[in-house]
């Protein structure tokens, strides 16, 4: 029994986890695609450079560094922010590409809610009714 | 040294952090690394030595050195007109008296979602880690294995095709490349010639100073393939690898037919004026083929490194060379230790001239380090490395460079 109530508080805090996020990836408000984690990572990874229906995606970051960035590289990438910049040195200094341009939050919501191109990362409680939430963290 | 603290100078005043504007962008990488080596056999040169890079003759002694493989680089793309980029990357370092030199220079057109076109000047793709193997930021270690990464050319001048297709999680970069490449006044050739000799001349002939190296009709393959804990490549390429030197000869003359020689005479020019030249038999001018297969896996606090490399030359020794690395990163949230092996081995399949056939050489170097990441610019690494000779067999020689010996590093590495 007390096992089960263990269990139970692990599971709770797994969805306050959960519900508490913290960062949110977010698209155009006319993007409905259904975008998987996989995909997500190889588009801030820049091994997918368009969405799946074939549409070109301009990816965009926050500065290096900020808190929220952090936290989505760390989640959705799996990867310290140390690991991500040695991963993009390999791709920068082998001419296999470049990283996502980084832009400010303020920015962020700018350019995302105005271009349907875009997706990018932002603090979920910034992110209004100008952009849609694909995913959060 | 100064040209060192100038560049740094410069790219420490300049912004280069900074995006100057959308159009061109401004990047870097360096190392500051230094080592000592802790022990080892007497080379005939007298000193106890650890080879570390071939191509720009970098090895360490007994006295601690920082110049050997310290370097810094700049790299700068600028966007053309729609999808056509230019990208040139100069680098300074330390063997080379930090004189800077153009590694790269080529212009990239994307073509359509998933091509792209590359013209110019890039890096060679032979091993896992050759086309990035200066990024030492890049990478866990000080540096690739030192006995697998040893040629005088890596780079070339030519064109690359890429292009990548995605399925499910994963994704595959297809490429393929031809071009040449030629180097001259190599040192590492002045290096053997004056350790025990590099090739066989005539008797009476003598190899005069440096050697050039000219790699022609590259013609390779590279696939890989990845998903978000694999990294597959498989490569292939054909050259024609040819190496020439001017050559002397001496005409000895006992002038009072005592049975001394009084005098020497150095003769470099023939009749009709052009120089004496060597490299226009089997040895220095055949076909050679690379294969190799590497990857690295991430398992949830690991990642392993393997890299096996088969080189076949079409020479009059009909040489092979099997290589592997293989290595073991732990993932710590700043820390990375690590270990690693590299082994390379010379066999012979022909005979040459009597020379008989056979394992000619082999060699190993164990690796054992930890990286420390100082945020995420930077990383400071501390590397122990025992390279033992496993045996010059004959018909082989004894080259001085294949001594065993073991290295003690401390390096720095940052991007920009």
């Known amino acids: 029994m007390i096992q089960k109530i263990s269990t139970l508080a692990v599971l709770t805090a797994c969805w306050i986890g959960a519900v508490s996020a913290e960062v949110a990836v977010i698209v155009h408000p006319s993007n409905q695609q259904a975008i998987n984690e996989t995909y997500l990572k190889n588009l801030f990874t820049g091994k997918q450079k368009s969405f799946p229906d074939g549409s070109p995606a301009i990816v965009l970051n926050l500065p290096e560094g900020d808190s929220q960035q952090s936290l989505f590289n760390e989640k959705a990438l799996g990867k310290s922010n140390a690991q991500l910049k040695a991963y993009w040195s390999k791709v920068i200094f082998t001419g296999k590409g470049t990283p996502p341009k980084e832009v400010t939050a303020a920015e962020m919501l700018n350019l995302v809610a105005t271009n349907p191109s875009t997706i990018g990362v932002i603090d979920v409680s910034q992110a209004d009714k100008s952009v849609r939430i694909l995913i959060q963290y | 040294m100064n040209r060192f603290f100038v560049l740094l100078l410069l790219v420490a005043s300049s912004n280069f952090y900074t995006v100057a504007n959308d159009r061109i962008q401004f990047s870097g990488y360096g190392s500051v690394v230094g080592g000592k080596v802790l022990s080892g056999q007497v080379d005939p040169s007298g000193e106890k030595e650890f080879q570390v890079d071939f191509y720009d003759y970098a090895f360490y002694t007994t006295e601690f050195d920082f110049e050997q493989e310290s370097m810094v680089a700049v790299q700068m793309r600028a966007d053309v007109v729609e999808n056509l980029s230019a990208t040139v990357q100069l680098v300074a370092k330390g063997a080379d008296g930090w004189s800077p030199d153009v590694d790269w220079a080529y212009l990239s057109y994307q073509v359509g979602q998933n091509g792209t076109l590359m013209a110019g000047r890039r890096m060679l793709p032979m091993y896992y880690f050759s086309e990035y193997m200066e990024v030492g930021y890049a990478y866990p270690w000080i540096r690739p294995p030192a006995n697998l990464y040893w040629w005088e050319i890596t780079q070339f001048n030519g064109l690359t095709y890429t292009h990548s297709f995605n399925f499910d999680d994963w994704t595959l970069n297809a490429s393929v490349f031809g071009g040449r490449e030629t180097q001259r006044d190599i040192k590492s050739h002045d290096f053997w010639r004056n350790r ?163 394992e000619a050489e082999e060699h190993q170097i164990v690796t054992l380090g930890v990286r420390y990441n100082l945020g995420s610019n930077a990383a400071i690494k501390l590397e122990y490395n025992d390279f033992s000779d496993k045996g010059d067999r004959l018909p082989w020689y004894d080259f001085s460079y294949h001594n065993d010996a073991s290295l003690l590093s401390v390096g720095v590495d940052f991007v920009f």
């Open chain 2, 196 to 358: 025990g000799g590099y090739y066989f001349p005539p008797e009476g002939t003598y190899i005069s100073g440096t050697a050039d190296v000219s790699w022609s009709k590259i013609l390779g393959t590279n696939l890989a393939l990845s998903n978000d804990w694999i990294d597959l490549r498989a490569s292939y390429f054909r050259t024609h690898y040819n190496t020439t030197s001017d050559i002397f000869f001496t005409d000895e003359l006992d002038l009072n037919n005592d049975g001394v020689v009084d005098q020497v005479i150095e003769r470099f020019f023939k009749p009709d004026g052009s120089r004496y030249i060597s490299g226009d038999w089997a040895l220095t001018d055949f076909d050679l083929d690379f294969y190799g297969l590497g990857g690295s896996l991430a398992f949830q606090y690991v990642t392993l490194l393997v890299d096996y490399n088969y080189v076949v030359y079409d020479d009059g020794y009909g040489s092979e060379f099997p290589t592997f690395y293989v290595s073991l990163v732990y993932n710590h949230d700043v820390w990375q230790p690590y270990i690693g092996l590299s082994s390379a081995k010379l066999k012979l399949t022909k005979d040459w001239q009597g020379f008989g056939i056979g």
